[in-house]
């Protein structure tokens, strides 16, 4: 039997997460693990009845963004059921509340998506790092987003710090490939509502074309390559 590559991915029941889960799921010899805030709703367990490839196979993790012991405890449960390393992690989960200026915007509600957004992001790679090392080629994958190049208060400025640190994991650990990739501006659910705020119909970009795309980027990636870069879901290579 082929050996399998292990993927790692946030935030799957819904949106970018979802989509990028689909795709893996899709691709022979793989295990997929979905890390959700409930691994028991029936959200993330509907997630369980999308079709797998040949020797991949799905599984459920809690890793809850606001819960600082989450990760930790998710490595504990996935090592109780064999995995002893990732060799793909895809940082997708995050948190966009609302579309403030920085006029407006109040305190309590940029610590909120810092809550989430920055310091789940940091509890999730201090608790994996050790799994990424045993793989032999790990890959880190930050969901950035456009956002960061300054459009609202709360949210952008919490993206562009995961950006940030994603350079620095990537300059920190020279065995690991890290980027940050934009999805673009996707027609999720987040994606729409920002739409909206700013008086369009919709975003701009289908989900399908933008999962299809990040996957693309991930599965060629090298640490000489894209580590340390900023990519966009299309493929491009754009300047920080």
Known sequence: MASQTIVLITGTTRGIGEGILKEYLA????????ANRDPNHA???ALLKYPTAENTKHILVKIDCDAPTDPANAVKDLASQGIDHVDILIANAGIA????????????DIQKHMETNVYGFL????AFLPLLQRSKKPTWVT???CAAWLTNAAYAPTKLMTHWYTKAMH???PELCAFPI?????QTDLGNRGAAAFGFEQAAVPVADSVAGIVKVVDAATRETHGGKMWT????????
Not at 27 to 34: L, W
Not at 182 to 186: Q, R, T
């Open 123 to 126: 509890h999730l790679f201090q």
């Open 43 to 45: 959200a993330s367990q």
């Open 233 to 240: 879901w299309d493929g491009k290579n754009v300047a920080w």
């Open 97 to 108: 509340l609302l579309w403030s200026t920085v006029s407006e915007v109040k305190p309590e």
């Open 171 to 173: 300059i920190e650990h």
């Open 27 to 34: 691709k022979p010899n793989h295990i997929v693990i979905s």
């Open 182 to 186: 934009d999805p673009g501006w996707a």
């Open 143 to 145: 969901i950035g987003s």
